[in-house]
DNA sequence: TAAGTTTAGTGTATTATAAACAATTTTAAA
DNA sequence: TTTAAAATTGTTTATAATACACTAAACTTA
């Protein structure tokens, strides 16, 4: 079936996540093409041969939300024979967490957000890679803060708090949560608080960027509530 | 520099690790032919159009060592232009544990074991490649109690601890150590003695094989012993 | 402007887990 | 039989996780 050459394409796809809605929201494009045709992909490109496999990651997350400088890391690898109906490409897949306010609007109908629970129908084996890039956040954050990549610069502690859910998949206890977050380095309280919430002010938080490299194994979520 | 075609050559390499001699090994081959000629390498080889990656890295595990059925994870895939000298590679890259008694003796004096943290001059970016499996073992371990692999069918506790304390790279308690594998599920305590030690024969046990997929969580090494 | 509604904010007691720590037992060898 | 080496075993302390409910502040509306 397979003429067995050593040359297959290469391709990165991305599973860019955000938040807004009170949703873990992923970024989708409506295929104009063949194969898969009007169904839902995640935004990916060929490696050129100039660049490595992260600057190639980097180039399509630019192209499709004009961010850079964010949490953007290597998932796994998807070789299956079969995953391309028409040729051999194997695709290294990474994800990203973007704030949803950085991301440049787009007017085109067949780029949007859609919740990640609750995929339309998808294009390659993307919705296996999807499923994997929440693993894969939900692992990484058990390690470090990185749900503070989804947050504002300045949120409040009910907004990570609610980040903090919806990666792990499940409730946390708001006084458990803010004792154990308000304990942890690279916090900063400020003394500015949120006006937009129609009820009482909560008050805002930022990180301290230059010490978020010593931030590895803080804000971990502990053994028990881990998903497993 | 670069002509920016689509195709790239892609394949597999793959860390393979046991432990005998109180060290944690790893399986070198040494190239004969340039680049990197009489440099050593981990053993890898072309991503064959009919297979997954999983079939490719087991193909060239059992190829090498005449083992199969063990614990075999993809690591990460490595992709940099300059990895490769003359042709633009991309690898990605899979760490096993095998037993040291599985392994068929190979004559071949260009195929030996090396200790991990004692490594000759290695071809490509492989060393990368090393470090990166050491570290995806402490990890895999801190979920899942992989160390097992190494072990023969029957252990004694010493020799589990001693898998552990190689792996984590840093010494245990005994008693603490103890305690927290013999009320984990799946292991087996044995009526059976450690009869080549030359002292007081240790007691042996063994894994239920049938209830790995579910010890998934189990034999956590805590937080506190995180390496980080 | 008072009452009602919504969200923010706070502390303690209990339980579970991890960590520190040393003496005794068993066997083979001398 | 004495000695040496490795195996085996429990308790105490410290730390971390969990469960749990009321008050405070601001806005809305009657």
Redesign the pocket.
Known sequence: MFNETRTHEITVDTVILTMFDDELKVLLIKRHNEPFKDKWAIPGGYVRMSENLDQAAERVLKEKTGVDNVFLEQLYTFGDPLRHPTSRVITCAYFALVRANDVQVFSDPDVAWHNVNDLPPLAFDHKQIIEYSKKGTRERLEVCPVAYQLLNEKF???EMQKAYELIMGKQL????F???VLCAEGLIELNE?SKF???????LYTFDKINLDSLRGHF?M????KVC
Chains 1, 2 share one sequence.
């Open positions: 409040t502690l009910t206890d708001k006084r458990n803010r004792k154990k608080f919430t129609s009820k009482r002010p909560a008050r971990i502990s053994n028990k509530e």
